[in-house]
């Protein structure tokens, strides 16, 4: 076969690669798992009663900051682990930074605070809870988003397991704080991310297993 008719052969059925398809699939797979983590969490929940109340404190607002942001980290981290080649130098920052900002804000106010109040603020009253009512209203996201980026081209399939469940995690944490009564920022930074950590942990161990070809 001469080289020309070879190369012709190769090209036969290419079609070209729609443009943000990733972004869209990603889309759709928050968007399905957020759906399903709210349900849940209005089966095995509530919302809380004084939720208006609540939106009123700044606390609160920082708490949905920090899941939003590393909300944004995961789908910036499935996105570029999904796509073979492209450089993820930059993932470890875009998730590090708002976990480094809540525990300055953490470490603040234990600081500042009264000696007898620290374990309060560091405990609340869910602490033995949070992480694995986080983890469990993660499901319906993790299976949501393992379904988007199989249809992708991943390759370094651990990490991108990892960044699976971080999405998930951090998407099922900000459903979470419609009932979550918690607004320390000692308590956000230690528990809310070990219920982020739980699925992403869970996705690095089975991202092999779940995203291989």
Same mark, same amino acid.
């Given at each position: 076969?001469? !080289? ?14 729609? /443009? &943000? ?8 797979? %928050? ?10 969490? @209005?089966?095995?929940? *509530? ?16 708490? $949905? ?9 995961? #789908?910036? #981290?499935? %996105? ?11 993932? /470890? ?7 480094? +900002?809540?525990?300055? $804000?953490? +470490? ?8 007898? *109040? ?14 694995? @009512? %986080? ?7 993790? +299976? ?7 249809? @992708? ?5 651990? *990490?991108?397991?990892?960044?699976? =469940?971080?999405?998930? =995690?951090? !998407? ?5 704080? @419609? &009932?979550? /009564?918690?607004?320390?920022? /000692? ?9 982020? $950590? ?8 089975? =991202?092999?297993?779940?995203? *291989?070809?």
């Amino acid at each position: 076969m001469k !080289t020309d008719e070879l190369i012709g052969l190769l090209a036969t059925g290419i079609e070209a690669v729609e /443009p &943000h398809l990733a972004e869209r699939r990603y889309a759709k797979a %928050i968007a399905a798992g957020m759906a399903g983590a709210g349900m849940m969490m @209005l089966s095995l929940l *509530q919302v809380r009663a004084d939720l208006a109340e609540a939106a009123l404190s700044m606390m609160f607002w920082i708490k $949905l900051g920090f899941v939003g942001a590393l909300l944004l980290a995961g #789908a910036f #981290a499935s %996105i570029r682990f999904s796509r073979p080649g492209a450089r993820v130098n930059s993932v /470890p920052a875009f998730i590090g930074l708002p976990v480094l +900002v809540m525990w300055c $804000l953490a +470490v603040f106010a234990l600081i500042t605070a009264d000696a007898d *109040q620290r374990m309060d603020l560091l405990l609340g009253k869910t602490w033995s809870v949070c992480p694995f @009512l %986080i983890a469990t209203l993660s499901i319906p996201v993790f +299976v949501a988003v393992i379904w988007a980026m199989k249809g @992708l081209a991943p390759t370094n399939l651990r *990490q991108a397991g990892f960044s699976a =469940g971080l999405l998930s =995690g951090a !998407t099922a944490a900000l459903v979470y704080c @419609l &009932h979550c /009564p918690e607004s320390s920022a /000692p308590f956000i930074g230690l528990w809310y991310s070990l219920g982020i $950590l739980i699925p992403a942990i869970f996705g690095a161990s089975v =991202g092999r297993r779940l995203l *291989q070809w």
